[in-house]
């Protein structure tokens, strides 16, 4: 099928209130554009090589999301242009996103990349470190970070019950977060989970961004 087809297909299946993330990892620009021109405005890339190479040659009305494991010396590269980095897994990381966006003179929008899945290669906050951290204010400590809510990826297995429980482990955690009185709760409502192969489950167990690449694109090489 044509990449606006999948599109097409997929947007009819999400609510309202979730928005879809193109995941556009190791596809060319021209791929890229197929979805742009079907109406796509929000792209996800895990690599900040691909990415600072990708984002000059797509329309500036791209809005960009940073999804990968992002090392601290790389974030000046994207700290320009970034909409918003899903993938914040420690505490270092936050500081310097917030001095590259002040050097930027922008405010970057960021989710906590939290470990909820009972495989243990995934990294990310623990549930406790991630509790304990909004709990310290963590939240509003950053002046140049928004921090938005919270990322999370389910074990990879066919076993769907497992994913419902991780997910949905990720959504408790967000709730128990919103309820907290530091919590600014107008800023605070962003869950980011699922994908190609689970983001049914996880608009059902209260997603509210879906990163979708190989349903949309295909796969890749
Ligand atoms: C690659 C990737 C996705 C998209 O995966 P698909 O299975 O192709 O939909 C989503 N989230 C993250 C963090 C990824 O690295």
């Known amino acids: 099928m044509a990449i606006s087809d999948n599109l097409a297909a997929i947007r009819m299946e999400l609510p309202d209130t979730v928005r879809l993330v193109a995941v556009s990892k190791f596809h060319p620009v021209a791929t890229l554009m ?32 940073f999804i990968g494991t992002l090392q601290t010396n790389k974030v000046k590269y994207i700290a320009p242009f970034i909409s918003m980095i899903h993938s914040v897994d ?7 996103i917030d001095r590259r966006a002040a050097e930027a003179g922008r405010t970057i929008r960021a989710l906590i990349e939290t470990h909820v899945a009972e495989e243990t290669t995934k990294h990310g906050f623990g ?6 951290f909004f709990r310290d204010g963590g939240g509003s400590r950053f002046a140049n970070v928004e921090i938005c809510g919270l990322m999370g990826m389910a074990t990879f297995t066919d076993d769907m019950e497992q994913v419902r429980r991780e997910f949905r482990a990720l959504k ?18 962003e869950l980011s989970m699922g994908m190609s192969d689970d983001y049914h489950i996880a608009i059902e167990e209260g ?7 190989t349903k949309i694109f295909g796969g890749r090489t």
């Open 34 to 65: 197929d979805a742009y021109g079907a109406g796509q405005r929000v792209f996800g890339e895990s690599r900040v090589q691909e990415l600072v190479a990708k984002q000059p040659l797509m329309p500036a009305d791209v809005e960009w999301h």
């Open 90 to 96: 420690s505490v270092r990381l936050l500081q310097e």
């Open 127 to 132: 549930i406790d470190e991630c509790l304990e």
């Open 172 to 189: 408790q955690l967000f709730e128990e977060i919103r309820a907290l009185p530091e919590t600014d709760k107008s800023v605070f409502r």
């Open 207 to 213: 997603s509210t961004m879906v990163r979708i690449g």
